[in-house]
């Protein structure tokens, strides 16, 4: 089968191409690495700058890179939003997307119109990053994805790639909790792809805590408040714990960095761990972060529960981290069980044949 993957998060396409190769298909990754995290790709769709110029070069040299994308299988969109634009720029793009390839899929694997709107409804969710119960969050990223996502041109793209395309898959519980009272006879959900890493498990001592912070998106993330909780514990175990704390570095830094730690605290308003976190399992990381009954559920499992799931407010993160320091004894369990998980679940070559087989219905 021949596949392109366009654009990308979290590694989601270069990982899931890898395992589409092994199992004999012919896989072309365009995307422009997802900005400074420099994701690996076939073609670059890098946008060199947001000045005047540099856009207008920028768009007619993407309408001749385009031109390549023809004659494919099958067309998977990261996003509605797969290219660096503004919404009503893209439109033309997808529509020669539809004219010149057999099926186009569009992932629901981030930000888009129908998360933002189930995470505004305030039923569909206990929490989410736009509300905790009845009460909606207001911080500036925020508004600026509710004007965008609900009212702008990426909402309209959204919802016409949506209801046009062959087919949505979702990445995430929350994501297809979004879709399915629209799209439930277009909708699937499949894991995320992670490579397995089979090296030998070991425990520090002391135990290393590892937190990523991106400066801009602390708060939206949660990561303010779970720094916090950690810095407690920090207090009560000044012997038997350290912090590794990592600000915006690329993908292949940031993996080595946390490779090295223990315990990874990751999105706090979170259902479910999401690429960062599932990376980090499957180096044998525990996972303090989102891991909700309706995750278990849509994975349908009944006995592996490794992550730590925490509530989106300081005083459990801390209580929680608190009891996994009194688990000494369980770590290296632990550490085994999110590997296992990872096996289980999110292999790349796994979720590679459920792809094929959701593209091929």
Request: net charge neutral; charged share 25%; glycine share 6%.
């Amino acid at each position: 089968m021949r596949i392109l993957l366009l654009g990308d998060y979290s590694n989601v396409h270069a990982t899931l191409a890898a395992g589409l190769r092994e199992l004999g298909h012919d896989v072309t990754v365009a995307s422009d690495g997802d900005g400074w995290k420099n994701y690996p790709r076939d073609i670059d769709l890098r946008r060199p700058s947001l000045s005047r110029w540099s856009s207008l070069r920028y768009y007619f040299e993407l309408q001749w890179k385009c031109r390549k994308f023809r004659d494919y299988d099958v067309v998977q969109l990261i996003n509605p939003v797969f290219l660096p634009l503004r919404g009503e720029r893209i439109l033309p793009f997808y529509q020669d997307l539809r004219r010149y390839n057999k099926k186009v899929f569009m992932g629901a694997f981030g930000m888009d119109h129908y998360y933002v709107r189930a995470c505004l409804d305030c039923k569909t969710f206990r929490y989410s990053d736009f509300n905790f119960g009845n009460q909606l969050r207001h911080n500036s990223d925020n508004n600026a994805w509710i004007r965008d996502w609900l009212y702008g041109t990426k909402g309209l793209l959204n919802r016409q790639i949506a209801t046009d395309c062959d087919g949505i898959i979702a990445g995430l519980y929350e994501y297809y909790a979004s879709y399915r009272s629209e799209f439930a006879d277009k909708l699937r959900f499949i894991p995320f792809p992670i490579r397995v890493d089979e090296s030998p498990l070991s425990v520090h001592q002391p135990l290393r805590f590892f937190i990523g912070i991106q400066k801009s998106r602390s708060v939206y993330k949660g990561t303010d408040i779970m720094l916090r909780a950690l810095e407690r514990v920090a207090q009560c175990y000044p012997d038997d714990m350290e912090i590794v704390r990592v600000e915006s570095v690329p993908f292949d830094e940031y993996v080595r960095l946390f490779n090295s730690s223990d315990v990874l605290l990751d999105q706090l308003y979170s259902y479910t761990p999401a690429m960062n976190a599932l990376e980090a399992m499957s180096h044998g990381m525990i996972i303090v972060g989102g891991a909700e009954p309706e995750n278990y559920a849509i994975l349908g499992d009944t006995d592996l529960k490794p992550i730590v799931n925490v509530q989106p407010n300081e005083d459990d993160v801390y209580r929680q981290l608190c009891l996994l320091m009194e688990r000494k004894s369980d770590i290296l369990q632990l550490k085994s069980d999110s590997r296992e998980y990872i096996r289980r679940y999110h292999d790349h070559l796994k979720v590679a044949r459920q792809y094929l087989d959701f593209w091929s219905e």
